[in-house]
């Protein structure tokens, strides 16, 4: 009877720990990643707010960054925390992205802090923003200055695709990110919640615009502004011990609610077992899609930069052109990486049930077992 009570205990710890790592992680070997990305470093400082403070813009996001972090590792057992910079060094925005893609990452979060062009100073509070366009001038600035350090970097060559002016580039890159925008508006409006309850803030809201960052991370992403440091309180409360504390413990909290949410909407630990019968009668394929256009081209390798194998899609008025179909998704992580090193920087894994497609995550857990 004890030897019966004992397997009994260790299958329910065994099924709760499946269903977790499922959930997080969206396939049971993977723990959940968190990326967190201190906006800045080094040579880029930021801005510099009023002045009247030595540290700058990227010494507030590096502070928060860290502390939030190390909440996260020791409040959270199931989730790893990465980092693009743990010090005052400048990573470029195309190497945090590479360095988000390749690690698997399952959530990224960028921060920052705010200003407002010209002298008032009158503009505060926080915003939260998921990749999208905007037509609003304030937001249009924000990114402007947020995307501008691109300009000092060295190699500007791997930003050539970047044209957030191009409705057919702003279209490419949100087609990329359309897995995972519910989820990423899911956590910035948590995110903005908790600045108004917890902090105590003034939140100007959740809103859209194109970072390069949001743009090339391909996992839920959002690029946090915790305040202005153009306004004298505001820099006050971001510069003190105490704020960058609220302003932590509410990106913490967050993120919490953010897991709780993948959880609940898993179902219950049973759910493992029902994916696993279902597996083999759903026809789950992937592929890696390199390229979406108004050009309609012949599935030769010469148009695609020597990747056989290309299928061809038409929706809409547009042509998606994609590499590899397979079942299995390490092939097609494989793949991803041979079409990326090819030059397709910004391709991405799409997946299909019977021909339509589908979510990734979905997808991911379907298979999941
Ligand atoms: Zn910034």
Redesign the pocket.
């Known amino acids: 009877m004890k030897t019966y009570k004992t397997s009994f205990f260790v299958l329910i710890i065994v099924l709760t720990f499946s269903f977790k790592s499922l959930v997080y992680g969206q396939s049971p070997s993977k723990e959940f990643v968190v990326m967190i990305d201190p906006?800045?470093g080094g040579k880029d400082s930021?801005t510099p707010g009023t002045g009247r403070y030595k540290a700058t813009?990227k010494d507030i996001a590096l502070d928060v960054s860290l502390a939030l972090g190390k909440m996260i590792e020791q409040k959270l057992s199931n989730v790893k925390v990465v980092y693009t910079r743990k010090n005052d060094i400048y990573p470029t925005l195309n190497g945090r992205t590479v360095t988000a893609n390749k690690k698997d990452v399952d959530l990224f979060i960028s921060i920052?802090?705010n200003a407002q062009p010209g002298k008032k100073g009158t503009a505060y509070g926080s915003e939260t923003y998921v990749l999208g366009t905007t037509r609003n001038k304030q937001n249009l600035e924000v990114a402007k200055r947020?995307n501008s350090v691109i300009a000092l970097e060295d190699d500007i060559e791997v930003y050539k695709d970047f044209n957030p002016g191009s409705p057919e580039a702003i279209l490419g890159l949100m087609m990329a990110q359309e897995e995972y925008l519910d989820h990423s508006i899911k956590l910035a409006r948590y995110i903005e919640d908790e600045f108004q309850t917890t902090a105590k803030r003034k939140s100007r809201g959740v809103k859209q615009n194109i970072f390069y960052v949001l743009a090339y991370t391909y996992m839920p992403s959002v690029l946090v502004e915790l305040g202005f440091l153009t306004h004298k309180k505001e820099e006050d409360f971001l510069n003190s011990k105490r704020g960058k504390g609220l302003m932590t413990k509410s990106l913490f909290n967050a993120v919490n609610k953010y897991l709780d949410y993948l959880s609940v909407n898993a179902d219950s630990p049973t759910f493992v077992e029902e994916v696993k019968t279902k597996q083999s009668a759903e026809n789950i394929t992937f592929k890696v899609q390199i390229e979406a256009s108004k050009k309609s081209l012949e599935t030769k390798p010469y148009n695609f930069k020597g990747l056989k194998g290309i299928s061809k899609l038409k929706q809409g008025d547009l042509y998606k052109y994609f590499y590899g179909n397979t079942s299995n998704y390490n092939t097609i992580k494989d793949l991803e990486h041979d079409a990326k090193q090819k030059g397709y920087t910004s391709c991405f894994i799409v997946a299909f049930k019977e021909g339509k497609k589908i979510a990734l995550t979905d997808a991911l857990k379907s298979i999941a077992n």
Do not use: A, P
Request: hydrophobic share 0%; glycine share 28%; charged share 30%.
């Open positions: 906006g800045h930021g813009e920052h802090c947020e």
